[in-house]
């Protein structure tokens, strides 16, 4: 999974902490660091041929920031979830929800939950893979 900081946000404690957590949970995570672009992201994410996109987002803009990410992504033709988490409002997370997120982790969520609720993610897609490559036969 590809684990990334879009905008002009320096502040990146959070990502490399949830990007640690994850590789200890035994994922390869890729971490591109801070003030990336929306297309940056998405050609990190195409290049990597990663399952799943999480964006830290802790300065604000996180509504068009994901929108963006989502848009780049269609252009390339991936389609992965992306996740997102950081200084999030709650009221905001069905906005982002709507917008493309597969799933919103505000600061208030405890770090425990994310792993396992990625790794649940995850395997459901995979089941829906599974489940639409079986549908071929």
């Given at each position: 999974?590809?684990?990334a900081k ?15 957590i994850l590789?200890d ?5 890729i ?7 929306p297309?940056?992201i ?9 399952d ?18 989502v ?9 992965i ?16 929800v709507?917008?493309?997120?597969a ?12 792993v396992p ?9 995979q ?8 549908a071929?036969?």
């Amino acid at each position: 999974m590809l684990i990334a900081k879009p905008g002009l946000d320096g502040h990146d404690r959070g990502a490399r902490l949830v990007a640690s957590i994850l590789r200890d949970a035994g994922h390869e995570v890729i971490y591109t660091g801070i003030r990336n672009t929306p297309a940056q992201i998405a050609r990190a994410a195409r290049d990597e041929d990663v399952d799943l996109v999480g964006l830290s987002v802790l300065a604000g803009g996180h509504l068009g920031l994901l929108e963006r990410v989502v848009h780049e992504l269609e252009l390339l033709g991936v389609d992965i979830p992306v996740v997102i988490g950081g200084v999030i409002p709650n009221s905001d997370v069905a906005l982002l929800v709507e917008r493309g997120a597969a799933a919103v982790y505000p600061s208030s969520t405890p770090i425990a939950m994310i792993v396992p609720a990625i790794q649940n993610l995850l395997e459901s897609r995979q089941g829906e893979a599974t489940r639409d490559s079986h549908a071929l036969y």
